[in-house]
């Protein structure tokens, strides 16, 4: 596996896969891997025959106060759990390699950032967006793969690379869950013992919303309250936002006609976790 720090030696590298007529596949990730990174890693090996992995915790997508600083950064550990999933390449750069000369270029995705956490997270999605073109350029992998854990980043990013013509093809993937059901993130490890049982009504409370729907409920307020009383049973638990939307256009909508979202933000002391389910009615 090669691991390579700077833009030029990612471009050779792709050169080279592209002359031996290689389909590039792309996983984007910010390190602290885990089975869900293992997960995407999978869905591109399946895919396609050269791999690429980014590690970069990218600091534009960071608000202030957030958790830039103390994002864990286990990159050996990364780069060894690479290598046994069979990457063939870990780009892992410095932050002055990605933004050499500061930025004053952004990309933003208009409409779909602004609910959800793009409410609580200002500029949020327009670092995510930037990064992401920008390695979509260094890679130029031809499919990129992301977990439906982040549902809005997701479409967020399929919508860039339709708008801006992009020539590669959005993947998304499952979320990997705990056996509680928790959705697993990179930001699990800052859960207490009690907070970490306390986190998996997050996924009950959405699991229910589901059978609620499959029983006929398509009223998305009555939903919403059921959801908000499982999470009420525990006061560590500060919901952020709970809601149910459009799965295509993220708009709020009073009853299910379709596919909707169902997604929501919390905070459990140190943690900000999110987490969504695909209902249809
Ligand atoms: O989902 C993430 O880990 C990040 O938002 C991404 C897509 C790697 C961009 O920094």
């Known amino acids: 596996m090669q691991v390579a720090e700077t833009i ?41 025959d050269y791999v690429i992995v980014s590690i970069f915790v990218n600091p534009t997508q960071f608000g202030p106060g957030e958790d830039f600083q103390k994002y864990p950064r286990p990159l050996e550990k990364d780069l060894d759990m690479c290598r046994k999933a069979g990457v063939d390449l870990v780009f892992a750069p410095a932050p002055a390699e990605m933004y050499k000369s500061g930025n004053i270029t952004w990309v933003t995705v208009e409409k779909l950032t602004d609910p959800l956490c793009g409410r609580s997270r200002p500029g949020h999605f327009r670092g995510v967006t930037t990064v992401c073109a920008k390695l979509f350029n260094i890679v130029g992998p031809d499919l990129a793969y992301f977990g439906q854990k982040d549902a809005q980043q997701a479409i967020v990013i399929r919508r860039m690379v339709e708008d801006l013509n ?21 930001r699990n490890k800052y859960l207490n013992a009690d907070q970490r049982k306390d986190a998996a009504a997050l996924y009950r409370s959405l699991e229910k919303c589901r059978r609620m729907v499959e029983a006929g ?13 499982t999470l009420g049973e525990f006061p560590a638990i500060e919901i952020e936002y709970l809601s149910i ?13 379709g596919r909707a979202l169902v997604a929501l933000a919390a905070r459990l002391g140190p943690a900000r976790l999110i987490d969504n389910i695909i209902v249809e009615a």
Not at 32 to 47: F, R, T
Not at 245 to 257: F, K, P, Q, S, W
């Open 217 to 229: 409920t398509t009223d998305t307020a009555a939903l919403a309250a059921e959801m908000r009383k």
């Open 166 to 186: 992009m020539p590669l093809q959005i993947v998304i993937c499952p979320t990997a869950r705990e056996p509680d059901g928790l959705a697993v993130s990179s």
């Open 8 to 48: 030029s030696s990612v471009r050779k590298a792709v050169k080279a896969a592209h002359r031996r007529s290689k389909t590039i596949g792309f996983v984007p990730t910010m390190g602290a891997l885990h089975v869900g990174h293992l997960s995407l890693i999978e869905a591109a090996k399946k895919d396609c």
């Open 245 to 257: 939307v459009d799965a295509e256009t993220l708009e709020d909508t009073d009853r299910i006609a």
